[in-house]
């Protein structure tokens, strides 16, 4: 099992990274790397990194990022995808990966294996797996990694990063979290959701028809093309019902 870890300046995680459940970090330093805001410069420098390791199977987080390059990282490599995945284990009999995603919406869910072919490349849904505790005695080989990268990859270009600052608990940490739909009928009810989400001491969510509306914003959506969650408590208002909710 390898780590792999790409950015600029990376002593300190690249020594974090080694108190993992993980036999070798992998380190690829580059400066074009140290904004973090080109899908383009990841892509080209995971598939210097799969083709010179040659790995039997890439787990890819399904990230913002992730998600962009897991699908271009396994086209370039000319091997299949399974995206969005909530499971997945070994086949006995073949050694493949065996995984299960959602379909069809998140209506059915689905069990699939891969080819022969390697690399076996997975995007894997946040948060299904509970983290690992780090291990300070244990002590994986770092392995620096070289890449050639040069600013003519970037064909899209990060023109501005706008922050916003986050009141209480994140969505995606909340133990709790109250969440509005089409339902409610307008912007003016989520002041009422925020009371009883401060009572309740979680985060406020929404769906994505409520987000389109212009009643909440974009960061707040959840589902399919929003945040993964796994509160212990989840309270819907005004919600259709959809298979992910």
């Given at each position: 099992r390898a780590l792999v870890v790409l950015g600029a300046?990376?002593?300190?995680?690249?020594?974090?990274?080694?108190?993992?459940?993980?036999?070798?970090?992998?380190?690829?330093?580059?400066?074009?790397l140290l904004e973090q805001t080109s899908e383009d410069l990841f892509v080209a420098a995971l598939e210097q990194v799969c083709r010179q390791t040659e790995p039997r199977v890439v787990l890819i987080g399904r990230t913002f990022l992730g998600r962009d390059v897991g699908p271009r990282l396994a086209y370039r490599l000319g091997v299949g995808v399974a995206q969005d995945c909530i499971g997945l284990k070994q086949n006995e009999d073949s050694g493949r990966v065996v995984v299960t995603r959602p379909v069809y919406g998140g209506n059915a869910v689905a069990t699939m294996a891969f080819g022969q072919q390697n690399p076996q490349v997975v995007i894997v849904r946040p948060r299904i797996y509970?983290?690992?505790?780090?291990?300070?005695?244990?002590?994986?080989?770092?392995?620096?990694l070289t890449v050639n990268l040069d600013s003519s990859m970037m064909k899209v270009r990060h023109i501005e990063r706008v922050k916003s600052e986050v009141e209480g608990v994140r969505l995606e940490d909340a133990q709790v979290v109250?969440?509005?739909?089409?339902?409610?009928?307008?912007?003016?009810?989520?002041?009422?959701?925020?009371?009883?989400?401060d009572i309740l001491g979680g985060a406020v969510g929404a769906s994505r028809a409520a987000c389109d509306a212009g009643w909440a914003d974009h960061s707040l959506q959840i589902g399919l093309t929003g945040a993964t969650i796994t509160p212990d408590l989840y309270v819907t208002v005004g919600i259709s019902g959809a298979s992910q909710h």
């Open positions: 300046d990376l002593n300190e995680l690249s020594k974090t990274a080694t108190s993992l459940d993980v036999d070798e970090v992998y380190v690829v330093e580059h400066r074009l509970e983290s690992v505790e780090k291990d300070v005695s244990r002590n994986s080989e770092i392995i620096p109250v969440a509005g739909g089409r339902g409610i009928g307008g912007p003016e009810p989520f002041s009422q959701l925020s009371e009883l989400a």
